[in-house]
């Protein structure tokens, strides 16, 4: 696994690097370890680098790409199963400490800009700076608390010397209102017309207005999600304060093209690389394959995005053959069936190129977001287009993005896609939206648990879920073991405080709070 951070870390420091001062993340207190005379340009690029290394990689980054059914594996099947967290409870600690490692850094951005505005300034306006931290670390809180449900937030960093390592957790919901107060905050403040740290930002090389639209379409998908599904609003976070967020998101001004996506490059020489690229050419490992379970709804419908997804499994043989294997079978039959047949393999767009980008957020997200607003009786929130427009708007802006620019060809697609209908747009517009987001790990598998679309993904074979954790596929991920060595009594407490509220224990069958049911892939 690709490093990008090298700090040590105290003992106990592994859950603590960075926490949030009341609901807000932009009141996040400084850490007076850290040197005062940090380079915000660095600490930028290694925050960005570092989450996208968690996020965009094998191990673990992987699981959740085989979480959401994007891939599975032809050896070591243990995380398609369902046995990750005990197979691997190192790489899960590590998750979990070098996320919030990414986040120190961005705090340090902000402590630099906030006690030395002068000296920082030097590296564009200290609001602008402020802002991207912000937004950067909104990002990264969302895909935490979307695996985990409560994530320590609420008691600050103080430092080493104040011992302070026992931090408690905050609430799903209460997460979700700090990002987008610090969202709305970021992109009140940021100032258009004034790039800042062109030398470290990866992302937009400094152009501020993409990151506000980044900012307000970030907390559009925030505000989608704390919606539920549409029969059922959940009650943590009021209807109407959802639709306020959502309105305020599109009035600020949101994604309008893909030139707008939030994508991390990565770099063609090491450390930098992609790591799919590492595990495929560097290290000439053949670890995943293309599963049934997104290539049957793409052969069904001649998706013509399967070959920027995945390899033609006999190219010997002429047109194209998108074969899949059987998600999550036992190491022995999914090595001895790979090997014996031809199978679709990651492609060499996503798994070849050294320099191809993390995915932060697509446009096509957006239209997706619009679309389902639109359709649904149940929100108040206005949309410039019908429903139907921003659904085959979003088809078209994925199929782009993966290469598939002829209007001709997206339209013969568009024309295999059911019409999007009050009654249909949970499995419509889910099952597309969660093809869309291939390879964006915990946004697809977010996706399918909050709009429960059917008939696409699988359960692994045996069924390992119903014994472990009471159903046929995860809809969470268990807690690190070194929180309960570190932080026992605050982790215990989320657990019967929190998920228990839910009626839920540390296990991957605890639905999250805006997850408002569970349905069964294939039925219960």
């Excluded at 005990?86 to 402590?111: H, M, T």
């Excluded at 993005?401 to 009654?423: E, K």
Aim: net charge negative; glycine share 8%; proline share 6%.
């Amino acid at each position: 696994m690709t490093r990008f951070l090298s700090r040590t870390l105290a003992g106990g420091l592994v859950a603590l690097l960075v926490l949030v001062t009341g609901c807000d993340l932009t009141s996040l207190n400084d850490n007076p370890n850290e040197p005062t005379a940090a380079d915000p340009t660095k600490l930028l690029t290694n925050a960005q680098m570092g989450i996208a290394t968690e996020y965009w990689q094998d191990y673990p980054g992987g699981f959740w790409v085989r979480y959401a059914q994007y891939w599975t594996t032809n050896q070591y099947t243990d995380a398609d199963r369902y046995a990750y967290p005990d197979a691997r409870p190192g790489a899960l600690n590590n998750l979990f400490e070098d996320y919030y490692l990414a986040l120190n850094d961005l705090q340090e951005i902000k402590r630099i800009n906030r006690e030395t505005p002068g000296l920082a300034s030097a590296d564009g306006p200290n609001a602008n700076q402020i802002a991207i931290a912000n937004i950067m670390q909104a990002w990264t809180l969302s895909i935490m608390t979307d695996m985990w449900g409560p994530i320590p937030l609420t008691e600050a960093l103080k430092g080493q010397a104040d011992g302070n390592f026992s931090p408690t957790y905050t609430s799903g919901p209460d997460v979700y209102r700090a990002m987008i107060d610090s969202l709305t905050t970021a992109s009140q403040n940021i100032q258009v017309d004034a790039p800042t740290l062109a030398s470290g930002d990866r992302v937009y090389n400094g152009d501020m207005g993409k990151w506000k639209k980044l900012a307000n379409s970030l907390k559009l998908r925030i505000a989608l999600r704390a919606s539920g599904k549409g029969n059922g609003f959940p009650a943590a976070i009021g209807k109407e304060t959802v639709e306020e967020w959502m309105t305020e998101a599109l009035e600020a001004g949101v994604f309008e093209s893909n030139d707008d996506s939030a994508l991390l490059p990565h770099g063609s020489s090491a450390p930098y690389q992609n790591d799919f690229f590492v595990n495929r050419v560097v290290n000439g490992r053949r670890d995943w394959a293309a599963p049934q379970s997104i290539l049957s709804v793409m052969n069904e419908r001649q998706d013509p995005r399967r070959p920027a997804y995945f390899t033609d499994a006999d190219p010997s043989t002429p047109g194209n053959q998108f074969n899949g294997l059987p998600y999550g079978l036992t190491q022995g039959e999914a090595q001895t069936l790979f090997t014996s047949g031809n199978f679709s393999i990651p492609s060499e767009r996503v798994a070849s190129s050294a320099t191809a980008p993390c995915i932060i957020m697509l446009h096509d997200e957006v239209e997706f977001i619009k679309a389902e607003i639109a359709v649904r009786s149940d929100l108040s929130v206005s949309t410039d287009q019908s429903a139907q427009q921003h659904f085959q708007d979003a088809l078209r802006a994925s199929m782009e993005y993966w290469g598939v620019p002829d209007a001709s060809t997206q339209d013969a697609f568009i024309n295999r896609v059911p019409a999007l209908t009050p009654n249909n747009f949970q499995q419509v517009l889910g099952t597309q939206k969660w093809i869309a987001q291939y390879l964006q790990g915990v946004q697809g598998w977010s996706t399918w648990r909050r709009l429960d679309f059917t008939g696409v993904l699988t359960v692994p074979d045996g069924n390992p879920g119903d014994a472990l954790f009471s159903k046929d596929i995860a809809v969470r991920m268990r807690y690190p073991t070194d929180e309960f060595t570190l932080n026992e009594t605050n982790v215990s407490d989320a657990i019967s405080n929190m998920l228990g509220g839910n009626g839920g224990e540390d296990n991957q069958g605890t639905r999250l709070w805006w997850d408002t049911e569970y349905v069964a892939p294939q039925g219960e």
